[in-house]
């Protein structure tokens, strides 16, 4: 909207200093997105919680894998933008969705497992007591359903109905076929730390 703005008041340069700082904006959360991703997934594999190669690093430190792997997917966003630029958006907002959504059904299953195992005595001495709980839980989680519904119901979000559930499978896939799990002592640090 600045752009056309600045160009029906007959101030081009504007319009293209604006093109320019939006531009270099863009690239730079690109950046930021490639490197913070590697680094993420370089930590994960030194924890032993994704596979050995991404810990890997260059003779600078960088971790040359988890960085490709990074550069790939957002190269895949690219090229889905190229091939489906209509749906492409609707696509990776719904997926996202549907990560958010698994998210927050876990953390409700396990508040609610974890107050039903507490005795009287234990809920008694809670600092935080949920109001309405259990409802307030239940009422979470049919709300989640209810967005799950309405996603099936319209066809452009329903794809996040497929990729969701297949790319959970590839992540148990890949955790039993690489027997990820955390080491001791990253464990300890990450208690020691809190």
């Excluded at 340069?13 to 993420?40: D, E, K, P």
């Excluded at 209509?86 to 497992?113: D, P």
Aim: aromatic residues 12%; contains cysteine; hydrophobic residues 55%.
């Amino acid at each position: 909207p600045f752009v056309m703005t600045f160009e029906r008041l007959g101030i081009k340069t504007a319009a293209g200093i604006i093109n320019f700082v939006v531009i270099t904006a863009a690239l730079s959360s690109c950046n930021g997105g490639i490197f913070s991703t590697g680094r993420m997934l370089y930590s994960l594999a030194q924890n032993g919680q994704a596979p050995a190669s991404f810990a890997r690093t260059s003779s600078n430190g960088v971790p040359r894998n988890a960085l490709l792997l990074s550069i790939a997917a957002l190269l895949l966003g690219v090229l889905l933008n190229y091939l489906v630029p209509e749906k492409v958006f609707v696509w990776v907002t719904a997926i996202a969705t549907f990560g958010a959504i698994w998210t927050w059904v876990m953390i409700l299953l396990a508040q609610l497992k974890f107050r039903a195992g507490l005795s009287k005595a234990e809920r008694d001495r809670l600092q935080f007591r949920m109001w309405l709980w259990p409802l307030s839980s239940y009422l979470a989680l049919a709300f989640l359903i209810l967005v799950v519904g309405l996603m099936a119901y319209f066809e452009e979000t329903r794809i996040a109905l497929y990729v969701g559930p297949a790319f959970l499978v590839l992540l148990t896939v890949l955790y039993y076929v690489f027997k990820l799990s955390p080491k001791e002592d990253g464990v300890a640090v990450a208690r020691s730390a809190s």
